[in-house]
């Protein structure tokens, strides 16, 4: 699916295998992810979608990856959001 022009992509950098799902927006607006999933077979790709879909209260078929499955750095797609609107809501 292509993303629409209403759609946000934000580039989100990845770390698998941590104590705990977490979030952090850095100063320049960059997002971290760390998901307690580990990176076999896709699983890390689902629990971030997932985990960033229960923050933002929205539906999970909203969120998905667009490039760099198989990357640390992978560039998110969020249906019906723009991305101040999601960086906002990861923030607070």
């Given at each position: 699916m292509s993303p629409r022009p209403e759609d946000a992509i934000i580039s989100?950098?990845?770390t698998p295998r941590s104590s705990k799902n977490?979030?952090?927006v850095d100063t320049d607006g960059s997002l971290k992810v760390w998901v307690t999933a580990a990176p076999v077979e896709g699983?890390?790709?689902k629990a971030v979608c997932d985990f960033l879909a229960k923050r933002l209260k929205?539906?999970?078929s909203r969120?998905?990856?667009v490039s760099g499955d198989a990357s640390r750095v992978k560039r998110i797609s969020i249906t019906g959001m723009d991305r101040e609107e999601v960086i906002s809501q990861l923030r607070g």
């Amino acid at each position: 699916m292509s993303p629409r022009p209403e759609d946000a992509i934000i580039s989100v950098r990845v770390t698998p295998r941590s104590s705990k799902n977490q979030a952090l927006v850095d100063t320049d607006g960059s997002l971290k992810v760390w998901v307690t999933a580990a990176p076999v077979e896709g699983e890390a790709n689902k629990a971030v979608c997932d985990f960033l879909a229960k923050r933002l209260k929205i539906a999970k078929s909203r969120v998905s990856i667009v490039s760099g499955d198989a990357s640390r750095v992978k560039r998110i797609s969020i249906t019906g959001m723009d991305r101040e609107e999601v960086i906002s809501q990861l923030r607070g």
